[in-house]
């Protein structure tokens, strides 16, 4: 009821500064244009297309995550309107400019992070990873490579290991809905390895699972706090979490793109680097469309 009261309040209300502040083009989007065709096979390199949505080319494989590329996402009414969250810049790349893709990854079944419109314009055979009991939006796609992960539970494709790991957060799609699954997952390709968190709460159970591997990168979510502190991390506790699980570098997704929580939209950022004590060398990717890369 509070995430509908939320709701309800952000589509009725007047435009505030944080909305305008949202606008700005300038701060957070990359003005240079991608061409992820040019990526080299080696080592990482990625790119954030907006909120939990990254293009990873990872030792040669191409893998991306939770594919979010329609203007607004929500509930659909009969196919006539679409109630929901709109975004306050478009992606960094169309989905006519990706390069061929090697994975999918839908961490769960929000509908910020698990857009039917946009998966199904994705080809039928590319390999998919979703939480457990939440392909059943999809069947009628007709995916010929899915598979259901849960916590614990691995894969393998083109090289890459995948694991699912825990994360704090709640996989119902609708209010109504039964409760899904929700992952973060690690990837594992010769020696690099990237773990995207998903959507996450401060939790301890990320750093034990991983015991003493080292990811290169960790992405982890810094936005959407205010109050949903019991399911999305604070910056702080972002931050907390990459020293907790001794990453080398820190990706900050789930903010910048929509407005789903009561702080301004560059709030996140600005706590994140405040957070920080002098490391903030460590923070990569700050721009939706920046590219940054990890050499083999």
Do not use: C
């Amino acid at each position: 009821m509070r995430s509908l009261r939320i709701w309800w309040s952000n589509l009725t209300r007047e435009p505030d500064e944080g909305d305008l502040e949202a606008k700005d083009t300038v701060k957070f989007v990359a003005s240079e244009p991608l061409n992820p065709r040019t990526w080299s096979n080696g080592g990482i390199t990625l790119t954030w297309i907006g909120h939990s949505n990254f293009l990873i080319n990872l030792e040669g494989t191409t893998i991306l995550t939770d594919p979010v590329f329609s203007e607004k996402v929500g509930v659909s009414l009969l196919g006539l309107a679409k109630i929901g969250l709109r975004r306050f810049v478009p992606p960094a790349l169309q989905m006519d400019d990706l390069p061929p893709v090697d994975l999918v990854l839908v961490s769960h079944a929000h509908m910020d992070h698990y857009d039917i419109p946009s998966l199904e314009r994705l080809r039928r055979d590319v390999p998919i990873i979703m939480a457990r009991d939440t392909s059943e939006f999809v069947e009628d796609i007709g995916f010929s490579n899915l598979r259901e992960l849960d916590w614990g539970q691995t894969a393998e494709v083109d090289g890459v290991r995948i694991e699912a790991v825990p994360a704090k957060h709640w996989g119902r799609r609708y209010p109504w809905d039964r409760d899904r699954g929700y992952n973060g997952l690690l990837l594992t390709k010769h020696k690099r390895s990237v773990l995207f968190a998903g959507d996450t709460a401060y939790t301890e159970q990320v750093a034990l699972t991983l015991k003493d591997r080292r990811p290169d990168v960790v992405m982890l979510p810094i936005g959407g706090y205010d109050p949903y502190i019991a399911n999305h991390a604070s910056p702080e506790q972002a931050w907390d979490m990459f020293h907790e699980v001794n990453a080398r570098y820190l990706v900050p997704m789930h903010w910048r793109t929509f407005r789903m929580s009561h702080e301004r939209p560059f709030e996140p950022y600005e706590r994140l680097t405040a957070a920080v004590n002098g490391a903030a060398h460590k923070i990569v990717l700050h721009q939706i469309g920046q590219t940054w890369s990890l050499p083999g």
